[in-house]
T-cell receptor
C-alpha cells in the first residue's frame, strides 16, 4: 500500500503571496490532518478533515484553510503569506473507526517565505 | 498547562539503552504514542500504548506508562546509529462529538555515538 504523499516537497514564496499544498492519504483512509512544524513552536495542529468536512481545528488564523475532496485527497491553502509561515507542513491520514487513532505521516512540504 | 513536555536532547553510546521521557497533560488521554522523525522526513509511528496499560514491549522498544504521574517513557534497547532521530510523544484525548484531540510533545533529539 502506498504511503501518504505530499506535493510539492519544497516551495519558495514571497510575502503576500498565497500557496496551496496537497496531500494524498493512504488508500482507504478518510481522515486527513495537517500540522505545521517549526523549530520554535514544534508540531502544531492545524485542522482535520473527515469525509470532506472539517471536524477539528487548531488555533491558527483564518489565512490558513483547507478542504477535502470526495477521494479523500486534501489541500491546504495559506493566503497573504508571512515570514513566520516558513515551516514544514505535514499531513497525516488515519483509518476510519480506529479508536487508537493511529496517524501515518507524509514526508512534508518545506515552505520558505522570503 | 497544555504542553506535553520532553527533554530536548539525549546522547547515548551505540549498544547502550536509551530512555526518552515524556510528561503529558490530560488524565483522560486514551492513547499515547511514540513517533520517530529522521532528518528531512515526516513522522514515523513507532508504537503506542492504551491508557489502561502499564507497559508494552515491541522488539527493542519498551513503553512504560505511569498514569498517576502522567509520565510516559520509551526505552530503546541496544541502541544503534540508525536510531538517531527526533522522538515525539503524543497524547490522544477524546472531545465532545466523538472527536479526538492530538497533542504532540516538544521532541527529544537522540544522538547515538558510535
Amino acid at each position: 500500500k502506498a504511503g501518504v504523499t505530499q506535493t510539492p516537497r519544497y516551495l519558495i514564496k514571497t510575502r503576500g503571496q498565497q500557496v496551496t499544498l496537497s496531500c494524498s492519504p493512504i488508500s482507504g483512509h478518510r481522515s486527513v490532518s495537517w500540522y505545521q512544524q517549526t523549530p520554535g513552536q514544534g508540531l502544531q495542529f492545524l485542522f482535520e478533515y473527515f469525509s470532506e468536512t472539517q471536524r477539528n481545528k487548531g488555533n491558527f488564523p483564518g489565512r490558513f484553510s483547507g478542504r477535502q475532496f470526495s477521494n479523500s485527497r486534501s489541500e491546504m491553502n495559506v493566503s497573504t503569506l508571512e515570514l513566520g509561515d516558513s515551516a514544514l507542513y505535514l499531513c497525516a491520514s488515519s483509518a476510519p473507526g480506529r479508536s487508537s487513532y493511529e496517524q501515518y505521516f507524509g514526508p512534508g512540504t518545506r515552505l520558505t517565505v522570503t | 498547562g497544555e504542553d506535553v513536555e520532553q527533554s530536548l536532547f539525549l546522547s547515548v553510546r551505540e549498544g547502550d539503552s536509551s530512555v526518552i521521557n515524556c510528561t503529558y497533560t490530560d488524565s483522560s488521554s486514551t492513547y499515547l504514542y511514540w513517533y520517530k522523525q529522521e532528518p528531512g522526513a515526516g513522522l514515523q509511528l513507532l508504537t503506542y500504548i492504551f491508557s489502561n496499560m502499564d507497559m508494552k514491549q515491541d522488539q527493542r522498544l519498551t513503553v512504560l506508562l505511569n498514569k498517576k504521574d502522567k509520565h510516559l517513557s520509551l526505552r530503546i534497547a541496544d541502541t544503534q546509529t540508525g536510531d538517531s532521530a527526533i522522538y515525539f510523544c503524543a497524547e490522544i484525548t477524546p472531545r465532545s462529538g466523538g472527536y479526538q484531540k492530538v497533542t504532540f510533545g516538544t521532541g527529544t533529539k537522540l544522538q547515538v555515538i558510535p
